[in-house]
C-alpha cells in the first residue's frame, strides 16, 4: 500500500500520534460540548416540553441521526477532489455552530426544529469525513487504531463535559433552554477558531488515481464494510431512547436528565486509546464485533431489573464501553480499505451507510415502542442484534482479522 510522506513522519513522543492529529481532537472536544449539550437536553424538551410522541420522536430522532448520510459522500468526495480537508471540515464546522442559534429562532415549532436540527446534522455531515480523512493521512497505517483512539477520547472529553454545562446552565437559569442554547453556540464558534488557526491540511505528494466514487464503491472490502457496519447500526437502540426509558423507570427531574450520558462519556474517555491500541494489536473486526455484543447486557437490564440505581449506573457504563470498541476503530477498518485518493469519500461511504441505518432503525424502535409496549420493544431490539451479530461473526470467521 502507498503511504504518503505526511503518514511516516506523523510520528511523535505520544505513541506516533502527529500534532495534526492532537489539533483535531482539540477541535472535536470543544465542539462536543456544544453537541452535547442540545443532545443531553433536546429529548427532554421534544418529549416532555413539546409533548411528542415516542413514533414522532423517533422521527426526529431518525432525522438527527440519518440526515447526515445525504451529505457526507458529497463532502467528503469534494475534500478528496480539491484535497482541501481542511476548508470542507470547517464549512461543516461552521454550518454546525450557526444552527446553535437557529433552535432559538424555532421555538416551539416542530417542522422549525426538524429544520434546524437537519441544518446541524448536514454540518456533521460534512465535516466527518474530511476530519477523519485527515486523521488517517496523518498517521502510519499500523496506528490507525491509537491514531482514532486518542481523536475519538480527546472528542468524549467533550461529551463528557457537555452535559455537565448543559446542566450547570439549567440549573442556573431556572430550566431555561434558550440559554443552553446560546452557550452551545460560544463553544461551537470557538471550535471553528481551534480549527482554522491550529490544523493543517494533509495533501497526496503524487496523485495515483483520478479521485471517483466509483473508485471507492468498487474497492475490495469497501461494500462488506458498509453492509456490516449499516445493518448493526440498524438493530441497536439509539442513544437518546436508551436515556428516555432510564430517566422513566427512575422518574427523574428534568434538570438532572443531562447527566445521563456522563457515564457513557466517562467509560469511552478512559477505554477509546487503550482499546484503539488493543484493535491495532489483535485485529480491529474482532473488537469491532465484540463492542456490539456488550450491548447485549444493556438491552437485558433495561427489560428486566428493578433496580434503578443500577440501571442509571450500568447502562450508561456499557454504552461507553461499545463506543470505545466501535467508534474510532471502525475508523480504523476502513482507513487502510480505501486508497488514499478516495479516502474521504470512502469514509463517507462506510458513515453513510451507518447514519442511514441509524435513521431507519430510530423510527423502528420508536414504531416497536408504540405499537408493543416498551419493555417488548427493547426485547425485540436485542434478538435482532443477537441474530445480526451471529450472522456477521459466521461471514468474517474465516477473513483476516484486520
Same mark, same amino acid.
Not at 51 to 63: A, E, N
Not at 250 to 257: G, I, K, P, T, V
Given at each position: 500500500m502507498y503511504i504518503s510522506t505526511t503518514a511516516r513522519s506523523s510520528n511523535s513522543r505520544l505513541g506516533f500520534v502527529s500534532g495534526n492529529v492532537l489539533a483535531l481532537g482539540s477541535v472535536s472536544l470543544v465542539t462536543d460540548v456544544s453537541a452535547e449539550m442540545v443532545t443531553s437536553v433536546l429529548p427532554l424538551y421534544l +418529549? +416532555?416540553?413539546? *409533548?411528542? &410522541?415516542?413514533?414522532?420522536?423517533? #422521527? +426526529? !430522532? *431518525? +432525522? /438527527?441521526n440519518g440526515v447526515t448520510a445525504l451529505v457526507r459522500v458529497a463532502g467528503g468526495h469534494a475534500a478528496d477532489r480539491k484535497q482541501k /480537508?481542511?476548508?470542507?471540515? *470547517?464549512?461543516?464546522?461552521?454550518?454546525?455552530?450557526? &444552527?446553535?442559534?437557529?433552535? #432559538? %429562532? =424555532?421555538? &416551539?415549532s416542530i417542522p422549525l426544529l426538524a429544520g434546524v436540527i437537519a441544518a446541524d446534522r448536514v454540518g456533521k455531515g460534512i465535516r466527518t469525513a474530511p476530519r477523519d480523512a485527515l486523521i488517517s493521512l496523518s498517521a502510519p497505517p499500523h496506528r490507525l487504531g491509537a491514531a482514532f483512539g486518542t481523536h475519538r477520547a480527546m472528542d468524549v472529553c467533550g461529551a463528557l463535559l457537555g452535559?455537565?454545562? %448543559?446542566?450547570?446552565?439549567?440549573? $442556573?437559569? *431556572? $430550566? &431555561?433552554f434558550d440559554a443552553v442554547f446560546v452557550t452551545s453556540f460560544c463553544f461551537a464558534a470557538f471550535g471553528v477558531i481551534l480549527l482554522t488557526l491550529f490544523v493543517s491540511n494533509r495533501r497526496e505528494p503524487s496523485r495515483r488515481q483520478k479521485p471517483s466514487l466509483r473508485l471507492a464503491l468498487r474497492t475490495p472490502g469497501a461494500g462488506r464494510l458498509c453492509a456490516v457496519a449499516g445493518l448493526l447500526a440498524l438493530v441497536a437502540i439509539g442513544d437518546n431512547f436508551l436515556y428516555l426509558i432510564m430517566a422513566r423507570r427512575? !422518574? #427523574? =427531574? =428534568?434538570?438532572? /436528565?443531562p447527566l445521563l450520558p456522563l457515564g457513557t462519556a466517562a467509560a469511552y474517555l478512559l477505554l477509546a486509546v487503550p482499546l484503539g491500541h488493543l484493535a491495532d494489536r489483535v485485529g480491529r473486526w474482532r473488537l469491532f464485533l465484540a463492542g456490539h455484543a456488550v450491548l447485549l447486557a444493556a438491552y437485558g437490564l433495561l427489560a428486566l431489573t428493578s433496580d434503578h440505581l443500577l440501571l442509571l449506573i450500568a447502562v450508561p457504563l456499557i454504552l461507553g464501553v461499545s463506543y470505545a470498541a466501535t467508534d474510532g476503530v471502525l475508523m480504523a477498518l476502513a482507513g487502510p480499505v480505501f486508497p488514499e485518493s478516495v479516502r474521504g469519500s470512502g469514509i463517507a461511504l462506510v458513515q453513510s451507510s451507518q447514519a442511514l441505518a441509524r435513521m431507519a432503525g430510530s423510527v423502528l424502535f420508536g414504531s416497536m415502542w408504540l405499537w408493543w409496549g416498551e419493555t417488548p420493544a427493547v426485547l425485540a431490539s436485542a434478538a435482532l442484534l443477537a441474530t445480526a451479530l451471529a450472522l456477521v461473526a459466521r461471514k468474517t470467521k474465516n477473513r483476516r482479522t484486520s
Open positions: +418529549v +416532555v416540553g413539546l *409533548g411528542l &410522541s415516542p413514533l414522532q420522536f423517533g #422521527l +426526529v !430522532d *431518525g +432525522v /438527527y /480537508y481542511k476548508l470542507v471540515a *470547517g464549512t461543516g464546522y461552521g454550518l454546525s455552530a450557526c &444552527s446553535k442559534l437557529g433552535l #432559538l %429562532a =424555532a421555538g &416551539s452535559p455537565l454545562i %448543559a446542566f450547570a446552565v439549567l440549573w $442556573n437559569t *431556572g $430550566n &431555561s427512575a !422518574d #427523574l =427531574a =428534568a434538570e438532572y /436528565y
